[in-house]
């Protein structure tokens, strides 16, 4: 192929006079990708050019893939990625969005033809254990290559074959100047004035601000924030998001507003009050005093954390993105719109639609769509009554399938989109390659309607278990199977062989109809004729979630004893046994669990959420007779009855607590909280009387021996009989 200098400047030359991005794919053997590549950015011209890549040419920096990307919070030029050294969906999604109009994304890659069989660094992230000889099926490259060959608003150079026409010139694309100087469009603008608003109107309206990538909305909230402070109308605003990464946008413009202000990592302070950032866990377990708290990439953060800052905070604004690489604005609109209607009816919706630094008809962006999946959207369906659901399909799904069925892939990987906060491109690579990966659907009239992922698990040599139980081996791919045995402490846990339900989607006009719980049993069935020893999850905890396990005979074995940073709640591990070996051993752990947790709950889990401790509580495994001597009732009657101290009396109210709360005994709500709360997870007075709603100790020290009285009701025919009341 003779060089195509003079092409690519033709190129370069559209994509400037429109404001729009193009890819050029240059596909081939590797020397000769890189050779070409070099002669098209010294030849044509193309400034300050980013390499994303192993090999640079002189003159240009390489960022390797794997590493954190320092720039990836602003513009670039031209960029290219060489996915000769892996091509990784999440980073090339990110780094494409840094890509400012009349740029130019050079894609290196090996022969299209052959790209599926080409060994992908990229690939050991979602290898598993137990399965390094078995070459992955290349199905996500195989797609993303056909995606190429099919978009014609792209330049594509291939060795060996001749020079292609350049894509058809598209038509100018006008846009409207904003009224505000300092917004780059209108949108931007009206967004900047509805945060305002926020700040200076009425309480309890908050604004939430959605758009794709590229659109202003964290810069929006930087403008705001800015004038905000310079017009006194607040002066302590808070910023959170997923990671404070994700604010740069945000930090950037409001510093360019305040020059006069002192800026670090995460904070701006002005004489007219101050910006700063906290991490969403922090801002619900320590919570500030703030005038307006700003949550950028919202769909990033699970939907119950964002309940909890909303109850919190009064005057908060919500940023997200609707395509996203970390997290999906498609789940957020959906489940937290519901929310925000019953708690805050007054609450305004933006869409930022203009784009920023590219023209609305980018061809970029609109590759980047199919090819990183970001515009999958649950099928669009007719709900049938309730109960006829019978007429849905079962089936396994043949992944091959996927890549030839790619409206069977928009609607599965749409479900995953929508039910996960954090679905990411990434999940996309693992849905059709993940090496131990099965999964099962449900179809009506032919639409994938709901879906279980199930990950193979464990089956290690008692060598490697031993290694996992003492922390020395972390083998990728088995969460299950290392718990059992690194924090369980059961070195036969990682022997077993399981199935661990990883995501289980169920279209959102289908939900509470049972389909989730036919697809659960379609994976016991799987379980059963594999000879696995048991099924199990591991999941963020909530109330909710932890009943519709437990109602499917699964066991939890182990919470985390942490919160997650971003997520605001603790893992579970729960396991329904399904071999004679899996049910002895999971039991046992069971068992342990069950002792452990009255311990762990006055420590590491205190703050572990009333109502699901009270859950987790009142399933033990078997319910052992009431431990308490007569010298204990003797106590406890001076406490219920008279005027004996709690402190004092702790050790027999603390047995008699979890002997109620153990066999459901008859309590009042109020009742089970307070004696969880102070008789178990032993806060302070002070804080019991906040979390159970009394003006102060001696309000709730009352209610803590009626509580007391009513137990030893409900347990006086065990009571020893020398004592009585």
Request: hydrophobic share 40%; net charge neutral; aromatic share 6%.
């Amino acid at each position: 192929m003779k060089l195509p200098i003079e092409q690519i400047r033709v190129l370069l030359a559209e994509a400037r006079s429109g404001n729009r991005r193009r890819l050029v794919v240059v596909s081939g053997a590797e020397p000769w990708c890189h050779e070409l590549t070099t002669e098209i950015i010294h030849q044509a011209l193309l400034p300050e050019c980013r390499w994303i890549g192993g090999q640079a040419p002189e003159g240009l920096q390489a960022s390797p893939p794997g590493r954190p990307v320092g720039w990836l919070g602003g513009e670039s030029s031209h960029l290219v990625y060489d996915a000769f050294s892996g091509f990784d969906p999440n980073l090339f999604g990110a780094a494409s969005g840094t890509l400012r109009g009349g740029g130019l994304l050079l894609l290196l890659a090996p022969p299209l033809d052959e790209w599926r069989n080409y060994p992908d660094p990229q690939q050991a992230r979602i290898r598993v254990a137990g399965f390094e000889d078995q070459p992955l099926a290349g199905r996500f490259l195989q797609r993303l290559a056909e995606i190429i060959r099919e978009d014609s608003a792209s330049l594509i150079l291939q060795q060996d074959h001749p020079m292609p026409p350049l894509p058809v010139p598209l038509p100018a694309s006008p846009s409207a100047a904003p009224n505000d100087p300092e917004c780059r469009t209108q949108d931007q603008a009206e967004a900047v004035g509805a945060i305002q608003h926020c700040m200076t109107g009425h309480r309890r309206r908050p604004v939430v601000l959605i758009s794709d990538r590229g659109r202003g909305k964290s810069a929006a909230l930087g403008i705001a924030a800015a004038r905000l402070l310079l017009g006194d109308s607040c002066s302590e605003i808070s910023v959170t998001a997923p990671r404070l990464g994700a604010c740069d946008a945000l930090f950037q413009q409001a510093a360019r507003l305040l020059p006069d202000a002192e800026v670090g990592r995460g904070t701006i302070h002005d004489q007219q009050g101050r910006i700063q950032f906290a991490a969403p866990d922090e801002l619900i377990h320590s919570p500030r005093k703030t005038s307006l708290l700003l949550v950028d990439e919202a769909a990033a953060i699970p939907t119950p954390l964002l309940e909890q800052l909303l109850e919190r905070y009064p005057r908060i604004a919500f940023a997200t993105t609707i395509h996203g690489y970390e997290g999906n604005g498609r789940g957020f609109a959906v489940r937290f719109r519901q929310h925000l209607s019953e708690r805050c009816p007054q609450w305004r919706e933006i869409h930022l639609e203009q784009p920023i630094r590219w023209s609305p008809d980018d061809p970029l962006e609109r590759f980047l769509f199919r090819a990183l999946a970001l515009d999958a959207t649950p099928a669009k369906i007719a709900v049938p009554p309730q109960g006829r659901e019978q007429a849905l399909q079962f089936e396994w799904l043949e992944r091959d399938q996927l890549i030839a069925d790619r409206q069977s892939l928009t609607d599965l990987f749409g479900l995953l989109v929508l039910a996960h906060y954090r679905t990411s491109p990434l999940d996309l690579y693992q849905l059709l390659d993940g090496p131990n990966l099965q999964i099962a659907v449900a179809r009506q009239q032919g639409r994938i309607i709901a879906t279980a992922l199930v990950a193979l698990e464990g089956g290690f040599s008692a060598e490697m278990a031993e290694a996992i139980r003492l922390g020395e081996r972390r083998p990728r791919g088995h969460l299950l199977a290392q718990s059992l045995s690194a924090h369980l402490g059961m070195q036969q846990g990682a022997c077993l062989r399981g199935a661990r339900i990883m995501r289980i989607a169920v279209h959102p006009k289908l939900q509470r109809r049972g389909i989730g719980s036919r697809l659960l049993g379609l994976a016991g069935e799987m379980a059963n004729e594999q000879r696995l020893d048991y099924l199990g999850a591991s999941f963020g905890a909530t109330p909710e979630l932890l009943q519709f396990w437990q109602q499917r005979s699964f066991s939890p074995l182990r919470i985390g004893l942490r919160r997650g940073a971003s997520s605001g709640s603790h893992s579970l591990l729960v396991v329904q046994p399904i071999s004679s070996e899996g049910r002895q051993i999971l039991q046992l752990a069971h068992r342990r669990f069950h002792q452990q947790l009255p311990q762990m709950l006055g420590d590491p889990l205190r703050e572990l959420d009333p109502t699901l401790a009270l859950q987790l509580l009142s399933c033990p495994p078997a319910r052992p007779a009431i431990a308490l001597d007569p010298q204990d009732w003797l106590d406890l009657q001076a406490f219920a009855f008279a005027r004996r101290g709690f402190e004092i009396t702790l050790p027999p109210i603390h047995r008699l607590t979890l002997q109620g709360l153990r066999d459901g005994a008859p309590l009042a709500v109020e009742m089970e909280r307070l004696l969880l709360v102070k008789a178990v997870q032993h806060h302070s007075w002070a804080e019991t009387a906040s979390r159970c709603g009394f003006s102060g100790r001696r309000q709730t020290e009352a209610a803590l021996r009626e509580a007391v009285r009513a137990l030893m009701h409900h347990y006086s025919d065990v009571r020893p009989a020398s004592t009585g009341e």
